[in-house]
């Protein structure tokens, strides 16, 4: 984590990698979505627009689609706007 990188491009800290991020909505959506079995689990596809932060609570909400497609966001839970 570089400190000094992240405040030069205008982060108050380094953030959390999105790769990070992906896996924990992943892992949202096998257990709840599909029961916790990663099998069922066909496709995964992210876009990342926002960063977010160490130590920050992350909420992961969840869309099942009639297409059985699922969509999902992951948020700071405690900044909903970050």
Known sequence: MDWDYAQE???P???CHAVSTAGVACRHIIDTI???NS???TR???RITKPLFPGCTIKTQIWKWDDNSIR???IDA???QM
């Open 44 to 46: 995964f596809k992210t």
């Open 9 to 11: 491009v205008g982060y």
């Open 39 to 41: 099998d069922r689990l």
């Open 34 to 36: 599909l029961d916790g």
């Open 13 to 15: 800290k380094p953030n």
């Open 78 to 80: 405690n900044d909903p």
């Open 72 to 74: 999902f966001r992951v």
